[in-house]
């Protein structure tokens, strides 16, 4: 997830510079500007689509080492 926050960053920084040189009402600075918004509507549809974690997948989180968390590969 941190990687599309980058991209979202990247992205701003981006729109910020085209909207500086080339004029807020210009075309491209609302392009760039579309970009951002396609990428936060993009992280926030990977944000809805994560399962929450169950108490017992937070428990073996925390404790790796339990029995109970134990894999064992056949």
């Known amino acids: 997830m941190s990687n599309i926050n980058e991209q979202i960053e990247q992205e701003k920084e981006n729109a910020k510079n085209v909207c500086s040189t080339e004029g807020a009402s210009s075309g491209d600075c609302a ?3 579309d970009a951002v ?3 936060q509507a993009e992280a926030s549809h990977q944000r809805q689509t994560q399962k929450p974690k169950t108490e017992f997948e937070k428990y073996c989180d925390d404790n790796p080492d339990a029995v109970e968390c134990r894999v064992y590969d056949d």
Request: aromatic share 16%; no cysteine; proline share 0%.
């Open 31 to 33: 392009a760039a500007w």
């Open 37 to 39: 918004e396609e990428l």
